[in-house]
């Protein structure tokens, strides 16, 4: 059965305003695809990279903008057995969450988490997926370290936070006003740092250091989150919002036998991703029932508001995760 949906498309770079909504037919769920009809999507900053032409999807992606959903199965295609039509879940997409109707992969698609309101839960499978990956999976992160996240208040940054402390570990985070820093201790940070008017890395350095950092800033933060490491320290990198270009002292490196890695998420293999998807199922899911976890929501738009949406992303203004809701 073929299926009618609203995507919203960046059909030419630019600004919030290239966004367009349009109307697409969706074949039906291939072998291992699940179809959604989608609750809520995320917003997040690799779409607005997307709409600005600097972030092409992935060769096979869905049409259209948007990572993340909630909602329930529409369909399932062949070899799906985990969900079935009429089951809540919430979906990391390779693109074309944006819409009435969602395309995944069913290795990304997992029950709703329990404790969550549906609308509220479509802010948590990128930003989820993206720190289980990279702060737990690549940066090995144990109970009782040192762990620095900045952008603490951004959708990455208030579940890093979060999920650090969950873990036991001691958590650091910077933030751009005192209203995001505030947000940042309530959601469990131990200390937090205003970059606009303090000395973050003297902070943190005189604090003890950090043993893991995320990293969504990149360019002159580079060089000071290597001096603020200790020994065995990992730096991981998942943005580059001052730049990917960097100079580095490598003898700080060797000396201190660091560690630097990244990742990106959307472009990995399927099998990958399903790999993520059960360490979070597995891991994450029970801190969110248990009330450790929660997505923090700024706002909520409507499908046909996107280009707001987008704007209050690019004035960063906002603090947790924006949806949108078709």
């Given at each position: 059965?073929?299926?009618?949906?609203?995507?919203?498309?960046?059909?030419?770079?630019?600004?919030?305003?290239?966004?367009?909504?349009?109307?697409?037919?969706?074949?039906?769920?291939?072998?291992?695809?699940v179809l959604i009809d989608v609750a809520a999507a995320g917003v997040n900053r690799?779409?607005?990279?997307?709409?600005?032409?600097?972030?092409?999807?992935?060769?096979?992606?869905?049409?259209?903008?948007?990572?993340?959903?909630?909602?329930?199965?529409?369909?399932?295609?062949?070899?799906?057995?985990?969900?079935?039509?009429?089951?809540?879940?919430?979906?990391?997409?390779?693109?074309?969450?944006?819409?009435?109707?969602?395309?995944?992969?069913?290795?990304?698609?997992?029950?709703?988490?329990?404790?969550?309101?549906?609308?509220?839960?479509?802010?948590?499978?990128?930003?989820?997926?993206?720190?289980?990956?990279?702060?737990?999976?690549?940066?090995?992160?144990?109970?009782?370290?040192?762990?620095?996240?900045?952008?603490?208040?951004?959708?990455?940054?208030?579940?890093?936070?979060?999920?650090?402390?969950?873990?036991?570990?001691?958590?650091?985070?910077?933030?751009?006003?005192a209203e995001k820093c505030h947000l940042c201790r309530e959601l469990g940070a131990?200390?937090?740092?205003?970059?606009?008017?303090?000395?973050?890395?003297?902070?943190?350095?005189?604090?003890?250091?950090?043993?893991?950092?995320?990293?969504?800033?990149?360019?002159?933060?580079?060089?000071?989150?290597?001096?603020?490491?200790?020994l065995d320290g990992r730096l991981v990198m998942i943005a580059f919002l001052r730049?990917?270009?960097?100079?580095?002292?490598?003898?700080?490196?060797?000396?201190?036998?660091?560690?630097?890695?990244?990742?990106?998420?959307?472009?990995?293999?399927?099998?990958?991703?399903?790999?993520?998807?059960?360490?979070?199922?597995?891991?994450?899911?029970?801190?969110?029932?248990?009330?450790?976890?929660?997505?923090?929501?700024?706002?909520?738009?409507?499908?046909?508001?996107?280009?707001?949406?987008?704007?209050?992303?690019?004035?960063?203004?906002?603090?947790?995760?924006?949806?949108?809701?078709?």
């Open positions: 059965m073929i299926h009618s949906t609203r995507i919203i498309t960046a059909p030419a770079p630019g600004g919030p305003d290239a966004l367009r909504i349009e109307t697409r037919d969706l074949s039906p769920a291939g072998p291992g695809e690799p779409d607005v990279f997307q709409r600005m032409g600097l972030y092409p999807p992935p060769p096979g992606a869905p049409e259209g903008l948007g990572l993340e959903v909630s909602g329930h199965v529409r369909e399932t295609g062949d070899g799906v057995t985990h969900v079935r039509a009429g089951d809540a879940v919430v979906a990391l997409a390779a693109g074309g969450g944006y819409a009435d109707i969602a395309r995944a992969d069913a290795g990304c698609v997992l029950p709703a988490p329990d404790g969550v309101d549906l609308i509220h839960a479509a802010g948590l499978p990128e930003t989820v997926f993206t720190v289980w990956s990279n702060v737990f999976d690549r940066a090995r992160l144990q109970p009782g370290e040192r762990f620095l996240v900045h952008g603490g208040a951004s959708g990455i940054g208030t579940t890093a936070i979060q999920m650090a402390k969950a873990h036991g570990a001691f958590v650091m985070a910077t933030a751009g006003s131990d200390l937090v740092l205003d970059y606009r008017i303090e000395d973050w890395a003297d902070a943190v350095r005189a604090s003890g250091g950090a043993d893991v950092i995320l990293d969504m800033v990149g360019g002159d933060y580079a060089a000071r989150n290597l001096s603020l490491l200790n730049g990917a270009q960097v100079e580095l002292d490598l003898m700080r490196v060797m000396l201190k036998r660091l560690t630097i890695t990244g990742s990106t998420l959307r472009s990995r293999p399927a099998a990958e991703k399903a790999a993520i998807a059960r360490g979070v199922h597995t891991q994450v899911w029970p801190w969110i029932a248990a009330g450790r976890v929660r997505p923090v929501i700024d706002s909520v738009f409507a499908l046909e508001d996107a280009a707001k949406a987008h704007a209050r992303m690019d004035a960063m203004a906002h603090a947790g995760k924006i949806l949108l809701r078709p």
